[in-house]
């Protein structure tokens, strides 16, 4: 099947089971106003970071890489009363318009948009730990040190994930020297050497092409 076909059945998965969504719908206008790239993850793969969140009761969850919130809006529905969600930023462009979406979806009371290098804030963070759930989605260069510090400000049985792992299957090509695959290929040989963790990754197809999650759970 071709990529059009990706994107043709992740439609049909979106109008079966998700539903309209005006909020999430003004999240992605408001992206697209604000000059932000389509890079956030589908809608079905929304959808799966928060059923994630939900199946595994987090209440305290952390994101690396906001974009204009998309992801953020998925995972913070998940929250129950009282529950937090911190997203960490580089861009004060991006941070902007995911304050505004992040509102005007009801969240901003359980969301903070924190502006910067996401390993200078992580390194900071060690107050507001553990976290129950790390979805990492930023500069893949920084892949393994993302999980490196999400592992030690997450609490045992903490679910850790990271998008974009397979890269159109350019994750197994050991000769690229393209930054983002060296990045991924070395957050690989950091995880099958990392005894802390239990670990799997997973192929996806769809409108956002040929990728995958790497999922990982904090041992006891
Ligand atoms: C793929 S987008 C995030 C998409 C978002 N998770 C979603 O699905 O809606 C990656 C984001 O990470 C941000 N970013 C890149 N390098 C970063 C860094 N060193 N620290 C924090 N954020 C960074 C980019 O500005 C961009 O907004």
Do not use: C
């Not at 969600?85 to 969240?107: D, F, K, M, Y």
């Amino acid at each position: 099947m071709t990529d059009r076909g990706w994107e043709a059945v992740d439609a049909y998965i979106a109008g079966q089971l998700l539903g309209p969504d005006p909020v999430l719908d003004a999240a992605l206008k408001g992206n697209a106003e604000g000059g932000l790239p389509a890079i956030d993850v589908s809608a079905a793969q929304g959808k799966m970071l928060h059923l994630l969140a939900r199946i595994s009761g987090a209440r305290h969850i952390l994101e690396v890489g906001t974009l204009g919130g998309f992801s953020t809006i998925w995972l913070a529905r998940a929250l129950p009363e009282g529950g937090r969600l911190v997203t960490l930023e580089i861009s004060p462009t991006h941070a902007e318009v995911a304050r505004a979406n992040i509102a005007h979806a009801g969240l901003a009371e359980k969301v903070e948009v924190r502006v910067g290098p996401a390993l200078e804030s992580l390194k900071t963070m060690g107050d507001e730990a553990p976290f129950d759930l790390v979805f990492i989605d930023a500069d893949k260069e920084n892949n393994a040190n993302y999980v490196q510090a999400a592992i030690g400000l997450s609490r045992p049985g903490a679910l850790i994930l990271v998008d974009n792992v397979v890269r159109g299957g350019g994750v197994i090509d050991a000769a690229s020297t393209e930054p983002r695959i060296v990045g991924t290929r070395k957050l690989f040989e950091m995880l099958q050497a990392e005894e802390r963790l239990e670990a799997t990754a997973i192929q996806t197809v769809g409108a956002k092409g040929w990728d995958g999650f790497v999922m990982a759970v904090v041992k006891g």
